[in-house]
Antibody, heavy 119, light 110 residues
Framework: EVQLVESGGGLLHPGGSLRLSCKAS????????MTWVRQAPGKGLEWVSY????????AYADSVKGRFTISRDNAEDSLYLQMNSLRDEDTAVYYC????????????WGQGTMVTVSS | EIVLTQSPGTLSLSPGERATLSCRAS???????LSWYQHKVGQAPRLLIY???SRATGIPDRFSGSGSGTDFTLTISRLEPEDFAVYYC???????????FGQGTKLEIK
């Protein structure tokens, strides 16, 4: 079964750092662009970051630019999100999703991992 | 930056009724760049419609998408109990690599 599984979420204080991981299975991970999307409590979905299949194109939402870094290891079928200088407003469930180029849509999603930033 | 505005914010309907959800873009976008997602609490979001009107794999034919330019619509012809969820539209901007979602429409049981 094509699957994405996130991990690495947790509870931490403002200013802290955290690294999220997303493990892909049953598809050729290296052929797909990937993305992170989050949902804060009581809010809608917010796109966070995008990385192309070869890591040559990377983009961030303005809300995380300069603090978050997306990366991937195609040999390990894994996507990462390094989150630094965390703020209360970064509290959210973080989802990784696969970008299907032909559909121009996020066609496979993980179940999400919760990040809570609180003093 | 293109902004997507969804309406209504909340839609209260009964099973068997027809649901019409709107997504309006702040400027013209190509239909190929517009997709719709269903999201239930505690679950992963699910792709319903891509290219404004194409159903994703496994999506029942009661779901349909339409529209062009700035106005797009997701229609659920006859609501099933499992359809009550939050629905989002999304447009992708290849030039800037930005992927703004609409703010969502909550479809609740009346």
């Amino acid at each position: 079964e094509v699957q994405l599984v996130e991990s690495g979420g947790g509870l931490l204080h403002p200013g802290g750092s955290l690294r999220l991981s997303c493990k892909a299975s049953e598809f050729t991970f290296s052929s797909y662009s990937m993305t992170w999307v989050r949902q804060a409590p009581g809010k809608g979905l917010e796109w966070v970051s995008y990385i192309s299949s070869s890591s040559s194109i990377i983009a961030y939402a303005d809300s995380v630019k300069g603090r978050f870094t997306i990366s991937r290891d195609n040999a390990e079928d894994s996507l990462y999100l390094q989150m630094n200088s965390l703020r209360d407003e970064d509290t959210a469930v973080y989802y990784c999703a696969r970008w299907e180029l032909l559909a121009r849509a996020f066609d496979i999603w993980g179940q999400g991992t919760m990040v809570t930033v609180s003093s | 930056e293109i902004v997507l505005t969804q309406s209504p914010g909340t839609l209260s309907l009964s099973p068997g009724e027809r649901a019409t959800l709107s997504c309006r873009a702040s400027q013209n976008i190509r239909s190929v760049y517009l997709s719709w997602y269903q999201h239930k609490v505690g679950q992963a979001p699910r792709l319903l419609i891509y290219g404004a009107s194409s159903r994703a794999t496994g999506i029942p034919d009661r779901f349909s998408g339409s529209g062009s330019g700035t106005d797009f619509t997701l229609t659920i012809s006859r609501l099933e109990p499992e359809d009550f969820a939050v629905y989002y539209c999304l447009q992708n901007d290849d030039s800037s690599r930005m992927y703004p979602f609409g703010q969502g429409t909550k479809l609740e049981i009346k």
